[in-house]
Protein backbone atom coordinates (compact mmCIF):
# COMPACT_ATOMS: atom_id res chain seq x y z
CA UNK A 1 0.00 0.00 0.00
CA UNK A 2 1.12 3.66 0.40
CA UNK A 3 1.95 6.08 3.11
CA UNK A 4 3.30 9.37 3.18
CA UNK A 5 3.31 10.72 6.38
CA UNK A 6 4.13 14.50 8.17
CA UNK A 7 3.35 15.82 11.02
CA UNK A 8 -0.23 17.94 10.80
CA UNK A 9 0.96 20.92 12.23
CA UNK A 10 4.30 23.03 13.32
CA UNK A 11 4.56 26.90 14.58
CA UNK A 12 7.90 28.56 14.54
CA UNK A 13 8.87 32.27 14.71
CA UNK A 14 9.94 34.79 12.06
CA UNK A 15 13.69 34.12 11.21
CA UNK A 16 14.06 30.87 12.66
CA UNK A 17 14.56 27.26 11.04
CA UNK A 18 12.32 24.49 10.72
CA UNK A 19 12.57 20.78 9.42
CA UNK A 20 9.74 19.35 8.05
CA UNK A 21 9.58 15.69 8.19
CA UNK A 22 8.29 13.12 5.53
CA UNK A 23 8.19 9.38 5.46
CA UNK A 24 7.15 7.22 3.24
CA UNK A 25 5.94 3.50 2.28
CA UNK A 26 5.22 3.10 -1.17
CA UNK A 27 5.06 0.20 -3.57
CA UNK A 28 7.62 1.95 -6.10
CA UNK A 29 10.05 4.98 -5.46
CA UNK A 30 11.15 7.71 -8.35
CA UNK A 31 10.97 10.79 -6.66
CA UNK A 32 10.33 12.85 -3.76
CA UNK A 33 8.81 16.55 -4.39
CA UNK A 34 7.97 19.23 -1.72
CA UNK A 35 4.92 21.45 -2.70
CA UNK A 36 3.95 24.32 -0.82
CA UNK A 37 0.06 25.14 -0.37
CA UNK A 38 -1.18 28.90 0.66
CA UNK A 39 -4.78 28.05 1.80
CA UNK A 40 -7.05 27.70 -0.74
CA UNK A 41 -4.88 27.97 -3.70
CA UNK A 42 -2.79 26.04 -6.26
CA UNK A 43 0.11 23.58 -5.29
CA UNK A 44 3.64 25.36 -6.21
CA UNK A 45 6.94 23.04 -6.71
CA UNK A 46 9.20 23.50 -4.24
CA UNK A 47 11.75 20.83 -5.23
CA UNK A 48 12.57 17.67 -5.85
CA UNK A 49 15.17 14.31 -4.95
CA UNK A 50 15.61 11.47 -6.42
CA UNK A 51 18.64 10.54 -4.94
CA UNK A 52 20.24 10.19 -1.70
CA UNK A 53 21.49 14.06 -0.29
CA UNK A 54 20.54 17.44 0.39
CA UNK A 55 19.05 19.82 -2.03
CA UNK A 56 19.62 23.32 -1.97
CA UNK A 57 17.67 26.06 -3.25
CA UNK A 58 17.87 29.66 -1.86
CA UNK A 59 16.33 29.53 1.82
CA UNK A 60 14.96 25.78 0.95
CA UNK A 61 16.90 22.55 1.16
CA UNK A 62 15.28 19.19 1.02
CA UNK A 63 17.48 15.72 1.97
CA UNK A 64 16.16 12.18 0.63
CA UNK A 65 17.37 8.89 2.50
CA UNK A 66 15.93 6.07 0.18
CA UNK A 67 16.89 3.35 2.70
CA UNK A 68 15.28 4.85 5.33
CA UNK A 69 11.93 5.99 3.21
CA UNK A 70 12.68 9.59 4.77
CA UNK A 71 12.31 13.15 3.65
CA UNK A 72 12.99 16.47 5.18
CA UNK A 73 11.95 20.36 3.79
CA UNK A 74 14.49 22.54 5.67
CA UNK A 75 12.95 26.64 5.76
CA UNK A 76 15.89 29.07 6.52
CA UNK A 77 15.52 32.53 7.20
CA UNK A 78 11.58 32.17 7.99
CA UNK A 79 9.44 34.93 6.48
CA UNK A 80 5.65 35.18 7.79
CA UNK A 81 4.85 34.76 3.78
CA UNK A 82 6.26 31.22 4.40
CA UNK A 83 3.23 30.49 6.82
CA UNK A 84 1.39 27.71 4.52
CA UNK A 85 1.13 24.09 4.04
CA UNK A 86 3.68 22.07 2.91
CA UNK A 87 3.08 19.06 0.91
CA UNK A 88 5.04 15.88 0.67
CA UNK A 89 4.40 13.27 -2.91
CA UNK A 90 6.15 10.39 -4.26
CA UNK A 91 6.49 9.33 -7.61
CA UNK A 92 6.20 5.89 -7.92
CA UNK A 93 6.89 5.04 -11.40
CA UNK A 94 9.83 6.24 -13.56
CA UNK A 95 8.83 8.81 -16.23
CA UNK A 96 8.71 6.17 -19.25
CA UNK A 97 5.36 4.80 -17.91
CA UNK A 98 3.89 8.28 -19.17
CA UNK A 99 2.64 8.96 -15.75
CA UNK A 100 4.38 11.77 -13.73
CA UNK A 101 1.09 10.99 -11.11
CA UNK A 102 2.50 12.10 -7.54
CA UNK A 103 0.87 10.69 -4.17
CA UNK A 104 0.76 13.46 -1.96
CA UNK A 105 0.83 13.41 2.18
CA UNK A 106 -1.77 15.08 4.11
CA UNK A 107 0.33 18.45 4.16
CA UNK A 108 1.93 19.72 7.34
CA UNK A 109 0.75 23.39 8.21
CA UNK A 110 3.42 25.51 9.20
CA UNK A 111 2.78 28.83 10.94
CA UNK A 112 4.86 31.40 11.44
CA UNK A 113 4.69 33.91 13.72
CA UNK A 114 7.04 37.67 14.51
CA UNK B 1 0.37 31.66 -12.94
CA UNK B 2 1.24 27.96 -13.77
CA UNK B 3 -0.11 28.13 -17.11
CA UNK B 4 -3.27 25.61 -16.35
CA UNK B 5 -7.09 27.39 -16.66
CA UNK B 6 -9.69 25.81 -14.86
CA UNK B 7 -13.37 26.81 -14.62
CA UNK B 8 -15.97 27.45 -12.62
CA UNK B 9 -13.77 28.74 -9.66
CA UNK B 10 -16.63 28.31 -7.49
CA UNK B 11 -20.02 26.28 -7.77
CA UNK B 12 -23.00 25.54 -5.80
CA UNK B 13 -24.91 23.01 -6.48
CA UNK B 14 -27.70 20.96 -4.56
CA UNK B 15 -27.60 16.62 -3.86
CA UNK B 16 -28.11 14.54 -6.78
CA UNK B 17 -27.14 17.34 -9.30
CA UNK B 18 -24.42 16.74 -12.18
CA UNK B 19 -21.72 19.49 -12.70
CA UNK B 20 -19.19 19.54 -15.25
CA UNK B 21 -15.85 20.75 -14.25
CA UNK B 22 -13.43 22.43 -16.78
CA UNK B 23 -9.15 22.72 -17.68
CA UNK B 24 -7.15 23.62 -19.93
CA UNK B 25 -3.53 22.07 -19.69
CA UNK B 26 -0.11 24.39 -20.06
CA UNK B 27 0.91 25.10 -23.62
CA UNK B 28 2.41 22.24 -24.71
CA UNK B 29 1.69 19.23 -22.46
CA UNK B 30 -0.21 16.45 -23.43
CA UNK B 31 -0.72 15.10 -19.53
CA UNK B 32 -4.10 16.31 -17.72
CA UNK B 33 -4.25 15.23 -13.89
CA UNK B 34 -7.14 15.53 -11.44
CA UNK B 35 -7.02 15.52 -7.88
CA UNK B 36 -9.49 16.01 -5.26
CA UNK B 37 -8.41 17.63 -2.23
CA UNK B 38 -11.37 17.64 1.13
CA UNK B 39 -11.31 19.83 4.07
CA UNK B 40 -7.88 18.83 6.29
CA UNK B 41 -7.15 16.17 3.74
CA UNK B 42 -4.25 15.45 1.36
CA UNK B 43 -4.85 15.80 -2.53
CA UNK B 44 -5.94 12.41 -3.50
CA UNK B 45 -5.14 11.32 -7.27
CA UNK B 46 -8.41 10.91 -9.20
CA UNK B 47 -7.18 10.52 -12.83
CA UNK B 48 -5.08 10.76 -15.54
CA UNK B 49 -5.06 11.57 -19.41
CA UNK B 50 -2.68 11.44 -22.05
CA UNK B 51 -3.02 12.77 -25.42
CA UNK B 52 -6.66 11.85 -24.85
CA UNK B 53 -5.96 8.68 -23.29
CA UNK B 54 -6.77 7.36 -20.26
CA UNK B 55 -3.14 6.49 -18.59
CA UNK B 56 -3.94 6.37 -14.91
CA UNK B 57 -6.46 5.87 -12.20
CA UNK B 58 -7.09 6.30 -8.70
CA UNK B 59 -9.82 6.18 -5.81
CA UNK B 60 -12.41 7.45 -8.52
CA UNK B 61 -15.78 7.00 -7.42
CA UNK B 62 -17.97 5.19 -10.44
CA UNK B 63 -20.04 8.75 -10.30
CA UNK B 64 -17.20 10.86 -11.19
CA UNK B 65 -16.19 10.52 -14.70
CA UNK B 66 -13.09 12.26 -17.00
CA UNK B 67 -12.23 12.72 -20.63
CA UNK B 68 -9.35 14.99 -22.12
CA UNK B 69 -10.28 16.32 -25.99
CA UNK B 70 -8.21 16.57 -29.38
CA UNK B 71 -7.83 19.92 -28.18
CA UNK B 72 -6.09 18.32 -24.92
CA UNK B 73 -8.79 20.50 -22.16
CA UNK B 74 -9.90 17.96 -20.06
CA UNK B 75 -13.59 18.18 -18.26
CA UNK B 76 -14.20 15.80 -15.14
CA UNK B 77 -17.92 15.14 -14.73
CA UNK B 78 -19.52 14.50 -10.99
CA UNK B 79 -22.68 13.14 -11.15
CA UNK B 80 -25.67 12.33 -8.26
CA UNK B 81 -23.76 14.39 -6.06
CA UNK B 82 -23.52 14.21 -2.16
CA UNK B 83 -22.48 16.39 0.56
CA UNK B 84 -19.20 14.81 0.62
CA UNK B 85 -18.33 15.77 -2.53
CA UNK B 86 -18.20 19.19 -1.06
CA UNK B 87 -14.26 19.81 -1.78
CA UNK B 88 -11.50 21.74 -3.98
CA UNK B 89 -10.96 19.82 -7.64
CA UNK B 90 -7.52 20.44 -8.89
CA UNK B 91 -6.40 20.09 -12.42
CA UNK B 92 -2.41 19.82 -13.11
CA UNK B 93 -0.58 19.10 -16.00
CA UNK B 94 3.08 18.03 -16.80
CA UNK B 95 6.28 17.36 -19.23
CA UNK B 96 6.39 13.73 -19.29
CA UNK B 97 10.02 12.65 -19.90
CA UNK B 98 11.37 15.09 -17.75
CA UNK B 99 13.00 13.94 -14.93
CA UNK B 100 12.09 16.16 -12.50
CA UNK B 101 8.45 15.66 -13.76
CA UNK B 102 6.92 18.18 -11.27
CA UNK B 103 3.44 18.92 -11.94
CA UNK B 104 1.65 22.59 -12.58
CA UNK B 105 -1.32 23.12 -10.84
CA UNK B 106 -4.63 24.91 -11.56
CA UNK B 107 -6.03 27.35 -9.29
CA UNK B 108 -8.74 24.63 -8.73
CA UNK B 109 -12.46 24.44 -8.85
CA UNK B 110 -14.23 24.48 -5.44
CA UNK B 111 -17.50 22.17 -5.90
CA UNK B 112 -19.98 23.21 -2.53
CA UNK B 113 -23.10 20.77 -2.31
CA UNK B 114 -25.72 21.79 -0.15
Known amino acids: GQNIDQPTEMTATEGAIVQINCTYQ??????LFWYQQHAGEAPTFLSY????GLEEKGRFSSFLSRSKGYSYLLLKELQMKDSASYLC???????????????FGTGTRLQVFP | DSGVTQTPKHLITATGQRVTLRCSPR?????VYWYQQSLDQGLQFLIQ???????AKGNILERFSAQQFPDLHSELNLSSLELGDSALYFC?????????????FGEGSRLTVL
Open chain 2, 92 to 104: ASSVLGKEAGELF
Open chain 1, 26 to 31: TSGFNG
Open chain 1, 49 to 52: NVLD
Open chain 1, 89 to 103: AVREVPVTYNTDKLI
Open chain 2, 27 to 31: SGDLS
Open chain 2, 49 to 55: YYNGEER
